[in-house]
């Protein structure tokens, strides 16, 4: 066993690997690099294909302190080598996972790390398992039809978003570092018959799992219960050890713990997805194969961010027909996910569905029982009460009226007062004022992306949601100091807006990555206001409504 503590490394060949995915589970017994279904096997032992010229565009400071890499050797060709491929430093185990998955409802078959090469699993800082994975790192045996390569474009949005979400408090995989490759990729953007090259990069990324909904998905689709029951057991002992208490567990008691393990599971990712809800995150691809098992949002491809209060937009333009992974839909999808998963474990209980089906019904009220808190702090309500949920779908109607931010509506909703004079009417109470809507409305003006909308109907809608807000939160009893803390501890000021994302990508693109350091330092600290950095906090610009990469994203990456 490798030495828990580790103390700034000197070199990054004293990575302190600890291999156990590698270790515990059956490895491809073939070595060949070659396209082909791999059966009977958790992974392939694949090494990265190396890359011209690396050059380290930017790493998160708080990845590197976990892994325990000092800024100096962030700074070295030497990381540069290393989290590009083209180094394989000692004690690592490079492979590429087998999974499968359901892509938009239908069944794929095998999928896999067509581009993803692991290094190895290290101990972090605090003696957890972490899989340093490097996205675009060369073909493996489930590249399938691609070239195993990302571009510098979709690596930026993975780069960025994995550590905003992080920052706000989001369960995700992490990323360390970003990599330019000095060679060429070729994509058709939009898939409308235009190839042209782009520059390539590599993200590592970190997480203590990479495994999928589609990991066992996979080996149940050939019914190969053997692999089965070996993920099962080893997904449990590594990253759900209080459930066999610490133990791995035999397959003997899979019938019993594999009902308990799918529903802390299905809660997981229940209260995953209210955390996307809260904050308007899309993923944009919620295929089986990118749901994590433990609940980590994984795989940042088209996703996107929620500007105006629009359920059913997606970001993703491969799903513009159908608007399956729309922002409004992805509670229900995820649910969906979860039954595809207990379809893939129910051989594991002799086909005695009962306990699993209660599993996956424990979605809905855990997605409830996640989300309302939250919402009872973004409104600053103090705990949630019957009837808020009508107050808040009357939220979503009035913010269906016009465009509004969603994001700049709740951070500003703090500043709104709660303690006008009102008169109660019939329909809830009314301003004794009338002068004094200007109080109610102007807080929230840099919200409004059409101002002239807020006016008649629209402006009476939002004054009198306003005015039935304020008197719940007067109802919950905190005061306006206590009020705005807990507004202002969910409710995020900065989110990587579409459109910023493309901004440093556009910049990086050029050879200037200090906007996208810049960014990434303001999304360190969402909650805070930063005097300064207004400009990440604003609404989306017009020209940004219709560009590529801002409002429309395909898969292509
Ligand atoms: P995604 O849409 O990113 O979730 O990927 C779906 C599947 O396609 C996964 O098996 C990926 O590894 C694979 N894939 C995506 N892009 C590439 C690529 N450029 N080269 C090889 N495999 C890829
Ligand atoms: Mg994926």
Redesign the pocket.
Known sequence: MVAATVSGLRSLDDLPFDNRFTRDLPADPSAERRRRQVEGAAYSRVAPTPTAAPRTVAWSPEVAALLAIPEELCRSDDFAAVFSGNRVPRGADPFAMA?G?H?FGTWAGQ??????IALGEVLDRDGGHQILQLK?AG??P???T?????VLRSSVREFLCSEAMHHLGIPTTRALSLVTTGDQ?VRDVLYSGDPAPEPGAVVCRVAPSFTRFGTFQLPASRGDLDLLRALVRTTIAHSFPHLSGGEAPSDADLPELVPVWLTEVVERTAALVAHWMRVGFVHG?L?T??LSITGLTI?Y?PYGWLEGWDPMWTPNTTDAAGRRYRYGQQPQVAHWNTVQLANALLPLLGDDPATLQAAVDRFPDAYEAALQPLLAARFGWNGWRDGDEDLVAALHEVLGRSEIDQVLFHRDLADVPVDLAVDATPDGPRLRDPADRHRLLDPLADAWYAPDEIAGDTAEALVGWLLRWAERARAGGLDDEARRRSMDAVNPRYVLRNYLAQEAIDAAEAGDAALLHDLLDALRRPYEDQPGRERFAARRPEWARHRVGCSMLS?S?
Request: charged residues 25%; proline residues 3%; contains cysteine.
């Open positions: 999974y998955g892509q999928l896999g790390d067509g581009r993803a675009g073909p493996t489930y590249s399938r691609a070239d195993g390569r990302a990729v691809v295929n194969d990118n795989d491809g898969c990456s």
